[in-house]
């Protein structure tokens, strides 16, 4: 089981807002980094830190965190923007060890 | 360019063994702390391994602890990532992953993430 929890799947309009959150106790010393993953391809990183995009993408995706939960927002998604979405940290013990969420599947209707 | 190249994976029986490499190249490898990452078929991502730059601090998931050791040769700018007693269970694609860990003091809170990836290789055990 993953210490970091995510809603299996979550759907969106094209063009409309949508948030994807990931929980856990070491989201509480951690920022939560954000992994895009389309079917047959290596994640990439959207997101990491308080708020931060690599260089190439696009300023649709957004990032906050709040206590024990991080939060992926994508504000106008596109069709491109259908994937998995895979939330990490640290694990909650302090023994160092990374643990990723069990990713959202996000469909763009 | 910044690059990471798996390569290594293949078939294995069950109880046999198989040693994954990482190539990097475009950044300082030895300055890097790297992982290495998991995907089961129609699953997610899996943390298992991950190893400091200078070698001193390596940790395993509990899931490979005591059959995988990874290893890493700076001068070769190469990650390694030797699996021992394979099970069925080992069956993904495995991803070597840069990471980067950082301490924002004035807000109490680490940065960590993995901000580049390789393509990666497939492990299959099957008898």
């Known amino acids: 089981s993953s210490e970091l929890t995510q809603d299996p799947a979550v759907s969106v309009a094209l063009g409309q807002t949508v948030r994807i959150t990931c929980q856990g106790d070491?989201?509480?010393?951690?920022?939560a980094s954000w992994y895009q993953q389309k079917p047959g391809q290596a994640p990439i990183l959207v997101i990491y830190?308080?708020?931060n995009r690599p260089s190439g993408i696009p300023d649709r995706f957004s990032g906050s965190s709040s206590g024990n939960t991080a939060s992926l927002t994508i504000t106008g998604a596109q069709a491109e923007d259908e994937a998995d979405y895979y939330c990490?940290?640290?694990?909650?013990?302090?023994?160092?060890?990374?643990?990723f969420g069990g990713g959202t599947k996000l469909t763009v209707l | 360019e910044v690059q990471l190249v798996e390569s290594g994976g293949g078939l294995v029986k069950p109880g046999g063994s198989l040693r994954l490499s990482c190539a990097a190249s475009?950044?300082?490898?030895?300055?890097?702390?790297m992982n290495w990452v998991r995907q089961a078929p129609g699953k997610g991502l899996e943390w298992v391994s991950s190893?400091?730059?200078?070698?001193?601090?390596?940790h395993y998931a509990d899931s490979v602890k005591g059959r995988f050791t990874i290893s890493r040769d700076n001068a070769k700018n190469s990650l390694y990532l030797q699996m021992n007693s394979l099970r069925v269970e080992d069956t993904a694609v495995y991803y070597c992953?840069?990471?980067?860990?950082?301490?924002?003091?004035?807000?109490?809170?680490?940065?960590?993430?993995?901000?580049?990836w390789g393509k990666g290789t497939t492990v299959t055990v099957s008898s």
């Open positions: 990490n940290s640290r694990d909650s013990s302090g023994s160092h060890l990374g643990v």
């Open positions: 992953a840069r990471e980067v860990q950082y301490y924002d003091i004035l807000i109490g809170t680490y940065y960590y993430y993995m901000d580049v």
């Open positions: 475009g950044f300082t490898f030895s300055s890097y702390s």
């Open positions: 070491s989201l509480r010393s951690y920022y």
């Open positions: 190893i400091s730059s200078s070698s001193s601090y390596i």
């Open positions: 830190g308080k708020n």
